[in-house]
């Protein structure tokens, strides 16, 4: 459709990428903001910016970084988080692909509907049902230990399950076939023939799960209690209030919580771009 | 004769195929129908027979009947704090957030030079979520040295105006969350744009000999091809809306006279705060019982809006 207007109205052209440029100069500027901020002094930070030579940095102070390891016990939020991150990704991707490998290939004659089920649970709360489920495990004595929060995954989500099926249902169905007529049980074509082909599938899959669980925030709010085994997202939260002022290191600490999940988003981004529109491609 | 004799060693097989499809399906589901008892269904019941008790978790639960939902419907002026505050954020966030997605997304669509770049530009946001993201936001609208503010200072100058307090007015806060949701739309965006990506071009072609012009071929081409995505990208967003809580907690709490005490941090409040276990199971109850109305209601009006191809779904 742009080819014969393109002719007509060759300003047009410029309209799109300023108002483009206009946006994303908006959404580029918190992250602007952000860097600035951890990289000035205590007195700059606090200071109104009256000019444009304000927006820089008087000079940079990298200081802020290593102080923010003096101020809070960084690198031990950071093992939690990832031994939490990694617990919920393993659990996600084994028993997600699992499921999703009996959507894709078992010929069931309600698998379908089955599957429309496991979408619908995407609409439960988990408001509604954290107080029974904070109750189960506390009965189980488990409060304080990372088993609430890495325990669940292994259960699969409906997210996942959905993202392995449609890319299991994109691959050559005889290849499955001369699995089975070569007598390969379940499990085998499943480990043997349908893992090794899935790989952007797992990628996706990965981000999504490391990325929730890297920022996820309720579940160690209510389950983790001792300060040695919160996660970094408690520790930042929990900084906010011990800063006095000290917004620079605050922002230093913010851009190290982030660091991860920035450097996956650049390197992998094709992966959440299809992702993303994956799911909405379902309707 | 040949033939008749494989035939029925072929059925066999396929029978017995057929019974071990079934045997497989069960067993690779065994985890998430092991997961939906342990924490879906079964604690949605739980929910349910709890909200009728009296419960603080130290003690045992005593029966009350109604009592939680008579409180929770009648005497506690907080619930509806609560509701009105996440319905005005949905409200506002949910469509201005749809509008400037597909507003991003039409211009992406127009055969852009760069467009992975622009796409991951507006994407970035998103990856920031959590804490990290009410960090840095409450840090925007600080009023003196805050982002937003040094940003409208011309503005203000101009029209004599003080210094917006954001999230330190009542009347502000819930605004400021708006306009900070309003930063991640990048994973709408990106859904609009797939779904425009996929519009066949003959459509467009087929208007414009018509003589419709772009307004037109906005409206009857790609409004009724896009209405899908649409109505996935509006439930989700609702639906999401509704739980907000990460942020609220970590930017206001409940904000100057309750003006951001939304729903799910209430509920968080008065079962882990409080101890209030039966009464946050009614709060509980009620988010569910509206999330279900909401969402039904949604799908029974897109039946007058959303535009299958190939008749309906």
């Known amino acids: 459709m742009s080819d014969p207007i393109r002719k007509r109205h060759p300003g047009r052209r410029y309209g799109v990428y300023v108002l483009l440029g206009a946006f994303a100069l908006v959404m580029l500027l918190p992250f602007y903001w952000l860097l600035r901020s951890s990289l000035v002094g205590n007195r700059e930070v606090l200071q109104p910016i009256e000019s444009w030579r304000d927006l820089l940095p008087s000079h940079l102070r990298f200081r802020n970084y290593p102080a923010v390891f003096e101020a809070m016990p960084f690198f031990r939020y950071l093992l939690n988080t990832v031994l939490v991150t990694g617990g919920v990704v393993a659990g996600t991707v084994i028993s997600s692909s699992l499921c999703a490998y009996a959507f894709a290939f078992c010929e069931v004659r309600y698998s379908r509907w089955i599957f429309y089920g496991v979408l619908a649970t995407i609409m439960l709360p988990p408001a509604v049902v954290l107080i029974p489920t904070f109750i189960l495990f506390r009965e189980l004595n488990w409060i304080d230990t990372f088993k609430p929060l890495i325990l669940p995954a292994f259960f699969g989500s409906p997210f996942a399950i959905f993202l392995f099926r449609q890319f299991f249902l994109s691959l050559p169905k005889e290849l499955i076939e001369a699995a089975r007529i070569d007598g390969a049980t379940g499990l085998q074509i499943y480990w043997g023939v349908v893992l090794p082909l899935a790989r952007p599938a797992l990628v996706t899959v990965i981000i999504f799960s490391f990325m929730g669980s890297w920022n996820e925030f309720m579940g160690p709010l209510i389950y983790l209690n001792s300060q040695s085994k919160w996660t970094l997202q408690l520790g930042l939260n929990s900084f906010i209030g011990q800063i006095a002022g000290q917004w620079n290191l605050l922002m230093a600490a913010t851009v190290m919580v982030l660091l991860p999940v920035l450097l996956m988003f650049f390197f992998l981004q094709r992966y959440f771009i299809k992702g993303i529109a994956m799911t909405g491609m379902k309707g | ?313």
């Open chain 2, 1 to 313: 004769m040949a033939n008749s004799d494989r035939m029925p060693t072929r059925r066999r097989g396929r029978s017995a195929l057929a019974k071990e499809d079934a045997r497989n399906f069960w067993l690779f589901l065994s985890p998430w129908i092991i997961g939906f008892l342990l924490f879906g269904i079964g604690p949605l019941v739980a929910s349910l027979v709890l909200s009728f008790t009296n419960y603080n978790i130290f003690n045992k639960p005593r029966f009350v009947g109604l009592a939680n939902y008579r409180e929770l419907f009648w005497t506690d002026p907080l619930v509806y704090k609560a509701l009105w505050n996440t319905l005005f954020y949905t409200v506002f966030a949910v469509p201005l957030g749809l509008c400037f997605a597909l507003c991003l997304a039409l211009l992406l669509n127009q055969k852009v030079r760069g467009l992975p770049v622009w796409r991951t530009i507006f994407y970035l946001p998103t990856v920031v979520s959590g804490v990290a993201m009410a960090v840095l936001w409450r840090w925007i609208f600080n009023p003196q040295v805050g982002l937003l503010n040094t940003l409208l200072h011309p503005l203000l100058v101009l029209f004599h105006l003080p210094n917006p307090q954001w999230l330190i007015d009542p009347v502000l806060a819930k605004p400021a969350y708006v306009l900070m949701s309003l930063w991640g739309l990048g994973g709408a965006m990106i859904v609009f744009l797939a779904g425009l990506q996929g519009i066949p071009q003959h459509l467009y072609e087929a208007a414009e000999m018509d003589g419709a012009g772009p307004g037109r071929r906005f409206l009857h081409v790609t409004l009724p091809m896009l209405s899908p995505v649409i109505l996935f990208n509006l439930t989700m967003g609702i639906i999401s809306s509704f739980q907000i809580f990460a942020q609220a907690y970590v930017m206001t709490g409940n904000g100057p006279d309750n003006s951001t005490l939304f729903y799910v941090l209430y509920l968080f409040d008065e079962a882990f705060r409080y101890f209030r276990m039966g009464y946050a199971s009614a709060l509980a109850w009620v988010l569910f019982v509206i999330v279900l109305l909401v969402t039904a209601g949604q799908f029974w009006l897109a039946r007058q809006w959303v535009y299958y191809e190939g008749g309906a779904r």
